[in-house]
């Protein structure tokens, strides 16, 4: 079957750096997507790998590595703002996402 | 402003009655999606459209009923069927022209079955 795996829940400290898991099997492989969603509201797109190695965008990085079926969304300077779940997510060989269930990341002044 | 629009933002309704769930997008996309979201659970998808007049199931489909008349509006009615509603209901929309595309998201309708 399809798997994402990704932590329920992260608390990190504001300025901090925190780092977010995610490991996935998958039927195929089309890339990997990380979207920000606040309580209550729609999910935000952040990043796409689909080749190996490191995305930065400003204060967000992504990395994938294929050959593990992993990825990790870095995130630095924490503000309070920063405070969502974070969703990743895998295309699969039919071009559909298969989503985690997300991790709720706290940050505490 | 080019965007995704879903209403109502919260919707109830009574067990027994069949309810529709606006979405509405002018980004000119060509697919459109609708997903499901529960506490704890990643989003599940219901129903999707490639092109207009045409749509797939997702993986919950049951209970389900979606049409697609025109590009910009992708109606998702809840019937009497699906045994339990309640949940989050995000619609999304992608330019849809093959390949890895990235989706976008409306505000989401949260449905309340009393």
């Known amino acids: 079957g399809q798997n994402i795996d990704q932590p329920t829940e992260m608390t990190a400290t504001e300025g901090a750096i925190v780092q977010i898991n995610c490991t996935y099997q998958t039927s195929g492989f089309n890339g990997l997507f990380w979207y920000q969603q606040h309580a209550g509201e729609a999910p935000t797109f952040l990043s796409y790998?689909?080749l190996d190695g490191l995305e930065e965008k400003g204060r967000f990085s992504s990395f994938l590595s294929r050959s593990k079926g992993y990825s990790y969304l870095l995130l630095k300077e924490l503000q309070m703002k920063d405070s969502a779940s974070y969703l990743c997510?895998?295309?699969?060989?039919?071009?559909?996402?298969?989503w985690g269930a997300g991790t709720k990341l706290i940050i505490k002044p | 402003d080019g965007g995704i629009t879903q209403s109502p933002k919260y919707l109830f309704r009574k067990e027994g009655q069949n309810v529709t769930l606006s979405c509405e997008q002018n980004?000119?996309?060509?697919?459109m999606y609708w997903y499901r979201q529960d506490p704890g659970q990643g989003l599940r998808l219901i129903y999707y459209?490639?092109?207009?007049?045409?749509?797939q199931k997702g993986d919950i489909a049951e209970g389900y009923s979606v049409s697609r008349e025109k590009k910009e509006s992708f109606p998702l009615t809840v019937t009497s069927a699906q045994k339990n509603p309640t949940a989050f209901y995000l619609c999304?929309?992608?330019?849809?022209?093959?390949?890895?595309?990235?989706?976008?998201f409306g505000p989401g309708t949260r449905l309340t079955v009393l």
């Open positions: 980004l000119n996309h060509d697919a």
């Open positions: 459209s490639q092109i207009v007049n045409d749509f």
């Open positions: 999304a929309s992608s330019k849809g022209q093959g390949g890895a595309d990235t989706q976008y």
């Open positions: 997510a895998v295309m699969d060989s039919n071009y559909q996402l298969i």
């Open positions: 790998n689909v």
